[in-house]
């Protein structure tokens, strides 16, 4: 069974980093045609893609996002990790970490974790 963990600071203030860590279980991180997912949702909005780091380590960012957030993953720990710079209060939301298959969908989610970013 696949499970995937989400862990990180419930509160961050602006303008620092915020780091979430991804644990998965059941499977590699590496496996092929696997594509592990950062995703968002701030409270009473929709949905929102933040990146991808695929099998090979290759990384996929959103364009709008881009410039202050970095994916990168631990293959010993089977662990992908999100960071997130200078942060603001827009950036208040559930944060999940998501399992994709090639050609088939994401299909695996975290419960996702809370960050709220306050002073």
């Known amino acids: 069974q696949v499970q995937l963990q989400e862990s990180g600071p419930g509160l961050v203030k602006p303008s620092q980093t915020l780091s979430l860590t991804c644990t998965v279980s059941g499977m590699s991180i590496t496996g092929n045609y696997y594509s592990w997912h950062w995703i968002r949702q701030p409270p009473g909005k929709g949905l929102e893609w933040m990146g991808a780091?695929?099998?090979?380590?290759?990384?996929y960012l959103n364009p709008s996002l881009k410039s202050r957030t970095a994916i990168s993953r631990d293959t010993s720990k089977n662990q992908f990790t999100l960071q997130l710079t200078s942060v603001i209060p827009e950036d208040t939301a559930r944060y999940y970490c998501?399992?994709?298959?090639?050609?088939?969908?994401?299909?695996?989610w975290g419960k996702g974790t809370p960050v709220t970013v306050s002073s």
């Open positions: 780091i695929a099998f090979s380590g290759s990384t």
């Open positions: 998501v399992r994709e298959v090639k050609y088939e969908g994401m299909d695996y």
